[in-house]
Nanobody, 123 residues
Framework: VQLQASGGGLVQAGNSLRLSCAAS????????MGWFRQAPGKEREFVAR????????YYADSVKGRFTISRDNAKNTVYLQMNSLKPEDTAVYYC?????????????????WGQGTLVTVSS
């Protein structure tokens, strides 16, 4: 499956941004989807994960209550709604797909990756 992330940009702290990730190729609904991020000089870290049907979600503690992951299987797209953004949310955000049916949060457990979209939050 091919993934294309979009929606990044420059926002002020406290504002919102929505990222999208469009999938093509194999059946989108066969994959659980995740969002990761990588800040300059840091390791890529897990942000959120959504099940194949969209009925189950899981978040990193750092974004819980502020970010919402969702998906539209009819549109082959997964979203990340980011509210109350903080400067520490600044990173390149990546979407990824996994065929694991259990919650997985490490990059090695995801099989396909998008190219990343840059989110910059100014203070």
């Amino acid at each position: 499956v091919q993934l294309q992330a979009s929606g990044g940009g420059l926002v002020q702290a406290g504002n919102s941004l929505r990222l999208s990730c469009a999938a093509s190729g194999r059946t989108f609904s066969s994959y659980a989807m995740g969002w990761f991020r990588q800040a300059p000089g840091k390791e890529r870290e897990f942000v959120a994960r959504i099940s194949r049907s969209g009925g189950s979600t899981y978040y990193a503690d750092s974004v819980k209550g502020r970010f919402t992951i969702s998906r539209d299987n009819a549109k082959n797209t997964v979203y990340l709604q980011m509210n109350s953004l903080k400067p520490e949310d600044t990173a390149v955000y990546y979407c990824a797909a996994t065929d694991s049916i259990v919650v997985v949060t490490t990059r090695e457990q995801y099989d396909y990756w998008g190219q990343g979209t840059l989110v910059t939050v100014s203070s």
